[in-house]
């Protein structure tokens, strides 16, 4: 089997995650960070338990949207309000909880397919 490493292209590249600690870029980050095809960025709420829909409205209504938008809660997965994912599929775009290490898994596999997604994750 040929096995052959594809290029970044520029996107966000998330290379590991330890609890407390997420590399993206070759950087790591101890904090939550918010990934969009822009760049990385802070998230407006300290825990993904404070997110609200306008949260993730405002952050979509500056550029190209998201197909869907992974939520990445830390070590155990934290589902949010289901008026958020609602209020997103209004819009066309999917939401996804679960945790870090899984949504860091998800991004990666998505984004390999070309897929547009964001993803807000809390180490």
Not at 3 to 16: A, K, L, R
Request: charged share 20%.
């Amino acid at each position: 089997m040929l096995i052959e490493e594809t290029p970044s292209g520029g996107q966000n590249e998330i290379n590991g995650y330890t609890p407390g600690q997420i590399e993206i870029n070759s950087r790591a980050y101890t904090e939550a960070v918010v990934l969009k095809d822009t760049g990385i960025e802070k998230p407006t709420q300290a825990e993904p338990a404070a997110l609200s829909a306008q949260d993730f409205i405002e952050a979509v209504s500056e550029g190209v949207p998201p197909e869907v938008i992974l939520v990445g809660t830390g070590e155990k997965q934290v589902f949010l309000h289901p008026k958020i994912a609602a209020a997103l599929a209004a819009k066309g775009i999917g939401l996804e909880c679960m945790s870090t290490a899984a949504a860091c898994r998800t991004f990666m596999i998505l984004q390999s397919e070309g897929r547009r997604v964001w993803a807000w994750l809390w180490p």
